[in-house]
Antibody, heavy 114, light 112 residues
Framework: QIQLVQSGPELKKPGESVKISCKAS????????MHWVKQAPGKGLKWMGW????????TYADDFKGRFVFSLEASASTANLQISNLKNEDTATYFC???????WGPGTMVTVSS | DVVLTQTPPTLSATIGQSVSISCRSS???????????LNWLLQRPGQSPQLLIY???NLESGVPNRFSGSGSETDFTLKISGVEAEDLGVYYC?????????FGAGTKLELK
């Protein structure tokens, strides 16, 4: 069955970096692009962008240009999200979702606190 | 960016009641390829979102047929014909016609 498994929760200090992984199984990884979606505590969903899992080309929404990097380990069917120079407002749950939004990971909670 | 306005923000229902959620878009979601990429998702408490309806009215595999979607261009509706306890949570409409993709603010379905 199709699954997206994400890495565990992270507690970071402002200015640090974090890398979240999303491992896909049950389908051919390179056939479907991957989205990243942010959900701040108690808030709604915000689309961050997507990565072409065949070419590795990322596309970022404007609010996520600069400190956010989407990458792949295609041989491991894994998509990664790296956030550098963390700020308090990066505290959120980050979801990966397959191209058609038909499958979602369970989310990775990132807490940024001094 | 496309703004999706969902109403009502909160919906109280009894089991078995039929309810509707509206989603209005700030611009037409009809794509140049002829499709309209308006989806509905449900996020149950503590869970990740689940796709219910895609392209306005297509029921995602495994989703009960008490869920239905309708609409066109800028005006869309999700209907639940006979609410069940497992339907409680927050419903989001989202559009994937225009980048950046955007979500409505959500409609929380509660038990009355």
């Amino acid at each position: 069955q199709i699954q997206l498994v994400q890495s565990g929760p992270e507690l970071k200090k402002p200015g640090e970096s974090v890398k979240i992984s999303c491992k896909a199984s049950g389908y051919t990884f390179t056939d479907y692009a991957m989205h990243w979606v942010k959900q701040a505590p108690g808030k709604g969903l915000k689309w961050m962008g997507w990565i072409n899992t065949y070419t590795g080309k990322p596309t970022y929404a404007d609010d996520f240009k600069g400190r956010f990097v989407f990458s792949l380990e295609a041989s491991a069917s894994t998509a990664n999200l790296q956030i550098s120079n963390l700020k308090n407002e990066d505290t959120a749950t980050y979801f990966c979702s397959r191209w058609y939004f038909d499958f979602w990971g369970p989310g990775t909670m990132v807490t940024v606190s001094s | 960016d496309v703004v999706l306005t969902q109403t009502p923000p909160t919906l109280s229902a009894t089991i078995g009641q039929s309810v509707s959620i509206s989603c209005r878009s700030s611009q037409s979601l009809l794509d140049s390829d002829g499709d309209t990429y308006l989806n509905w998702l449900l996020q149950r408490p503590g869970q990740s979102p689940q796709l219910l309806i895609y392209s306005v009215s297509n029921l995602e595999s495994g989703v009960p047929n008490r869920f239905s979607g309708s609409g066109s261009e800028t005006d869309f509706t999700l209907k639940i014909s006979g609410v069940e306890a497992e339907d409680l949570g927050v419903y989001y409409c989202m559009q994937a016609t225009h980048a950046p993709y955007t979500f409505g603010a959500g409609t929380k379905l509660e038990l009355k």
